[in-house]
Nanobody, 126 residues
């Protein structure tokens, strides 16, 4: 069992930067691949980024590639999402998720993740 708690969301102007974090409790954080997803009002949840268990592989949605960076610190049981050059269309609730079974081929699928945080709101003003 893993509990996930996101933090760090807020309001930022377009072009600005923001970092969100996700702290995990429970055992064996390093056994889980971690992902970030987001959901804007009236829209479906979408994949943002994912990172493998030991950070060897990182995967990004095309919409954030080159602007967002996912990282993790297994010693601190935390995964991070650094967001630069933010755009109004990045406005959404951001959720972290953990999966013990996801593969690189499926890291962008929310259905492959077993545990989810409660979300943190990111709002980008124009």
């Amino acid at each position: 069992q893993v509990q996930l708690v996101e933090s760090g969301g807020g309001l930022v102007q377009a072009g600005g930067s923001l970092s969100v974090s996700c702290a995990a409790s429970g055992r064996s954080f390093s056994s889980y691949a971690m992902g970030w997803f987001r959901q804007a009002p009236g829209k479906e949840r979408e994949f943002v980024a994912a990172i493998s268990r030991r950070s060897f592989n990182r995967y990004y949605a095309d919409s954030v590639k080159g602007r967002f960076t996912i990282s993790r610190d297994n010693a601190k049981n935390t995964v991070y999402l650094q967001m630069n050059s933010l755009k109004p269309e990045d406005t959404a609730a951001y959720y972290c998720a953990a999966s013990i079974r996801v593969s690189m081929a499926t890291m962008n699928s929310g259905d492959e993740y077993d545990y989810w945080g409660q979300g943190t709101q990111v709002t980008v003003s124009s």
